[in-house]
């Protein structure tokens, strides 16, 4: 996002303390209704993401016996995260309390169980306006739930359902809370550093691509992968899922500007282009490569280009957002169909090869697309090319490690504990039976 989200009270209530008597009578500030209704509708649109979106996306992608479980870890993992956000989360990311020197450039504090936190709370946005807290907490917990989830593409079909019920709370809070805080709070390590990331390029796509593929090693190959065929079982599906995320994609990337102004203009002409681009440019490099333009390519495409315009949505012109989306689907189509099968992973449904690719793609790329001659809205006391082109590869390199030990140390804990991986029988016999004892289709 363009500035810092942690504002949110700790320093308007320092300011009041410093004012005086004065400061202290005037009025508290009041919602602005529109940016409000736009921030509560940008917010359920985010869950559409999930629920629907990503359920159906990731489901069809899967071989029919595993759909049902594939849906089920999907929203059991974003339920629960936002369970956990109400009662630690979000004080970790954002909370009230600003620790001083090293701790705070990690973490925050404070307002736990959101105690302290009532209707007529507000958070600020990034001019005078503000908009009920109630309201930002929320929008930022549908990040964290959807990031969660994200990871699963990485897992599906082997991982226990009572593993990923353990991982999740484990991985939020030692990887997600504190890359959140370092990248969106004001006194965060990447924040602080200048990193642009508008919507999560780094936040949520590099790091649930890249704890995806640690998990993913963790738990091994699927069996029989790669010397058996696993197509996606109902692309009808994964299209419907495609199509449902494109649409909550606009609360994802217009909802950051935190206003209903020009910023969230700018953010949802940026996702219509470079999503259209990403899509129509994957199946022109599958026709060029000498397969047939596909319904699989066009959905992977347009996954891509919304991903790598997540970190630019409201740092770049239009054009940028175009160029963004081609060259996403170019690097992650590599990912996806040289690079796994030259180093053997077994990424399921390339939760690495698009949302990790593509992320770093987006992060790294803003620097460029932020600039004036390509349309970006980069004014004069904006860092020059090469500094920021270097501000984002720190940010990516950080947020590549933070994930990667983090997912390992909750990955090992997990497995220490309930173990990972269903036996050979329960994922012979699929997911579907053996974890939940149901079938998505009789």
Same mark, same amino acid.
């Given at each position: 996002?363009?500035?810092?989200l ?91 309390t600003?620790?001083e ?13 959101l ?83 508008f %919507? +999560?390029?780094?936040? *949520?796509?590099?790091? !649930? @691509?890249? #704890? $995806?593929?640690?998990?993913?090693? &963790? =738990? /091994? ?36 500007a ?5 910023s ?39 996954? %891509? +280009?919304?991903?790598? *315009?997540?970190?630019? !949505? @409201?740092? #770049? $012109?239009?054009?940028?957002?175009? &160029? =963004? /989306? ?47 001659f ?27 490690v ?16 309930? @173990?990972?991986?269903?036996?050979e029988?329960?994922?012979?016999? /699929? ?12």
């Amino acid at each position: 996002m363009k500035t810092s989200l942690f504002k949110l009270g700790a320093a308007a209530t320092a300011a009041l303390l410093v004012a005086g008597p004065a400061m202290a009578a005037a009025p508290a500030p009041v919602p602005n209704p529109g940016n409000n209704a736009w921030m509560m509708t940008s917010t359920i649109l985010v869950l559409l993401m999930i629920l629907p979106g990503l359920a159906l996306f990731y489901g069809g992608l899967t071989r029919s016996k595993n759909m049902l479980s594939t849906m089920t870890q999907i929203g059991a993992t974003a339920a629960l995260a936002m369970l956990i956000w109400v009662m630690w989360g979000y004080s970790l990311a954002f909370g009230d309390t600003s620790y001083e020197g090293t701790l705070g450039m990690f973490i925050s504090g404070g307002s736990y169980f959101l105690i302290g936190t009532d209707a007529s709370s507000t958070a600020a946005t990034f001019t005078d306006e503000v908009i009920s807290k109630y309201v930002f907490i929320s929008f930022q917990m549908t990040f964290a739930a959807i990031t969660a989830a994200l990871i699963l593409g990485a897992t599906a079909e082997r991982m226990k359902f009572a593993a990923t019920m353990l991982f999740v709370p484990l991985w939020l809070t030692i990887v997600y809370f504190p890359i959140a805080h370092m990248v969106w709070a004001s006194n965060g390590l990447l924040y602080v550093d200048g990193a642009l990331d508008f %919507a +999560g390029g780094t936040v *949520v796509h590099i790091n !649930a @691509g890249v #704890s $995806g593929l640690v998990l993913a090693y &963790l =738990l /091994g190959k699927r069996r029989g992968y790669p010397a058996e065929q696993m197509p996606p079982h109902s692309m009808t599906l994964t299209m419907v899922g495609t199509g449902l995320l494109w649409v909550g994609w606009f609360g994802f990337n217009a909802g950051s500007a935190l206003e209903a102004d020009g910023s969230a203009g700018l953010a949802m002409i940026n996702t219509f282009v470079a999503t259209a681009a990403g899509g129509l440019a994957w199946m022109v490099i599958e026709k060029l490569a000498g397969h047939k333009g596909s319904a699989l390519g066009f959905c992977s495409g347009v996954i %891509a +280009g919304l991903v790598a *315009v997540t970190p630019a !949505a @409201g740092n #770049s $012109g239009p054009f940028g957002a175009i &160029l =963004l /989306g081609i060259i996403s689907s170019l690097v992650c189509y590599i990912a996806v169909a040289k690079v796994k099968g030259k180093f053997g992973y077994d990424d399921s449904l390339d939760a690495f090869g698009i949302h990790g690719v593509g992320g770093i793609v987006g992060a790294i790329g803003t620097a460029v697309v932020y600039q004036a001659f390509l349309g970006g809205p980069a004014g004069d006391t904006a860092n020059p090319l090469g500094v920021q082109l270097w501000i984002q590869i720190k940010g990516v390199l950080i947020t590549i490690v933070w994930a990667g030990v983090g997912t390992l140390i909750a990955g090992l804990v997990t497995k220490a504990l309930v @173990g990972l991986r269903v036996d050979e029988e329960a994922e012979v016999n /699929g997911l579907d039976i053996s974890e939940h004892g149901e079938r998505a289709y009789n």
